[in-house]
């Protein structure tokens, strides 16, 4: 028997939060006071809060966290991390009621971008980083609204303890020896999921690599973070779309990490929430992320969106936009039902 399974939602991820900072639970939209940036500052002091929903790893929220509030200790960030599928539902939840929670979101999903870049779902950022030269306002920010925080690369990821040979390919999961020892990622979990599996049936033999990869029995994992867990921990020998687990290996955990011949990556976009109840202190967090301390931070094994950042592996602005065509759409959902289906 096969031990494959494609869940048709994701398990939730997000606990709720009760914020008990002025001006929480609001109403509609809200936007940061008018005046200079000083000004905006001050209020997100007020605030004293600010909330990130954001897909990014948990160690680099954790140094995003502690280089913020270094740089603003009048305002505590919370951090809840989740997968785009779940984030978004909260924010869709919020933005529909108009009683905000979250302030600063961090995702993926173009597509969600695409349908919500003429409402109110999202501020237009004011922040002054956005206009350094360094990070090309024009190829990095999408309506005003929509800002270009990072890149994560995804590629072939093995225990070495396990695996001492590594994997440079997808056909080296088709080892006989390695049935029912490697992981892939849902693709019903995020559209950016299915740009990668798009991805893999371009540039290493189709859809029958695909099919092959399913008859080797993979589990099955929510997002390439517990995909990366599992590799550290041994539950599996190797694993199809992992991050360079960095922190993984910076711990003593046993793992490597290629990108493969044909390189891919998704963007990390940002955006302040329209219904977000501390509409300052998101602005300030988004203006910090595209400084110099913020993507010290968050760029570490990921790619940048300034350069000179150390410990990043490339540029954002140079990683390759999604496939709309498999991303967006009837075209979405169609790949996804396929994808289901090989998988299941």
């Not at 870049?117 to 980083?129: E, Q, V, Y």
């Not at 925080?149 to 440079?168: C, D, K, M, Q, R």
């Not at 290493?204 to 029995?217: C, F, T």
């Not at 020998?237 to 891919?264: F, R, Y």
Request: glycine share 10%.
């Amino acid at each position: 028997m096969k031990h494959k399974c494609i869940r048709a939602a994701v398990t939730a991820a997000v606990a709720a939060l009760t914020l008990t900072a002025c001006g929480s639970g609001s109403s509609g939209t809200s936007e940061p006071v008018s005046g200079s940036w000083d000004d905006v500052i001050a209020a997100a002091n007020e605030e004293g809060k600010v909330t990130i929903y954001s897909t990014q790893a948990a160690p680099r929220l954790a140094a995003l966290e502690t280089a913020f509030e270094a740089a603003y200790p009048a305002i505590d960030l919370e951090v809840v991390r989740g997968v785009d599928a779940d984030l978004l539902s909260k924010v869709d939840a919020e933005s529909k009621s108009g009683k905000g929670i979250g302030d600063v979101a961090v995702i993926t999903d173009v597509s969600w971008m695409d349908a919500n870049k003429d409402t109110d779902a999202a501020g237009k950022l004011i922040g002054p980083n956005f206009d350094n030269p360094e990070y090309e306002r024009d190829t990095s920010i999408i309506a005003d609204r929509f800002f270009l925080e990072g890149a994560v690369l995804l590629g072939f990821g093995w225990n070495t303890s396990l695996l001492p040979s590594g994997i440079s390919t997808p056909q080296d999961f088709l080892d006989p020896a390695l049935k029912g020892k490697i992981g892939i990622v849902n693709p019903a979990t995020s559209p950016t999921y299915l740009d990668y599996y798009s991805h893999i049936e371009k540039y290493y033999g189709g859809r029958k690599v695909l099919e092959q990869i399913a008859d080797q029995n993979p589990r099955i994992y929510p997002s390439n973070q517990p995909l990366a867990q599992a590799i550290a921990s041994g539950e599996i020998s190797a694993g199809l779309m992992a991050d360079p687990m960095l922190p993984n290996k910076e711990a003593g955990a046993p793992v490597e990490w290629a990108a493969g011949e044909h390189i891919w990556g998704a963007k990390w976009y940002g955006f302040a929430l329209g219904t977000s109840p501390h509409p300052n202190a998101a602005q300030v967090l988004a203006n910090f992320m595209v400084s110099q301390p913020g993507q010290a931070a968050t760029s570490v094994g990921y790619s940048s969106v300034l350069p000179d950042i150390e410990g990043s592996l490339a540029r954002a602005q140079g990683v390759p936009d999604q496939n709309v065509e498999v991303t967006t759409g009837d075209g979405a959902q169609r790949y996804r039902d396929e994808l289901e289906k090989t998988f299941s």
